[in-house]
Nanobody, 121 residues
Framework: QVQLVESGGGLVQAGGSLRLSCATS????????MGWFRQAPGKEREFVSA????????RYADSVMGRFTISRDNAKNTVYLQMNSLKPDDTAVYYC??????????????WSQGTQVTVSY
């Protein structure tokens, strides 16, 4: 019912940048908060960032504050995660997420397929 199509992962050196994209339907995009989560090997999935349905509110994990920026493009029904000053600890599979109150709960019922981000030393 809810489809989230993600792209933009890859390999980058520490200090570099990547931008992740996640496209969905107009119905899903206009109704829900959007967010990003990540899961490193041997660790549980963790919250990274979220943006409200209106696009006026954002939230970030302490570990990415000041380095990552989340945004929405209403014309394209797409959410982005701009990742700057990347560190090896950012290495993980990144997932796009969508739900009604995601920015408050920092949880989601709907997920993308995930994309690998690897940051080398």
């Amino acid at each position: 019912q809810v489809q989230l199509v993600e792209s933009g992962g890859g390999l980058v050196q520490a200090g570099g940048s990547l931008r992740l994209s996640c496209a969905t339907s107009e119905r899903t995009f206009s109704s829900n908060d959007m967010g990003w989560f990540r899961q490193a090997p041997g660790k549980e999935r963790e919250f990274v960032s979220a943006i409200s349905q209106s696009g006026l509110g954002t939230r970030y994990a302490d570990s990415v504050m000041g380095r990552f920026t989340i945004s929405r493009d209403n014309a394209k029904n797409t959410v982005y995660l701009q990742m700057n000053s990347l560190k090896p600890d950012d290495t993980a599979v990144y997932y796009c997420a969508s739900d009604h109150n995601l920015i408050v709960t920092m949880s989601s019922r709907y997920w993308s397929q995930g994309t690998q981000v690897t940051v080398s030393y």
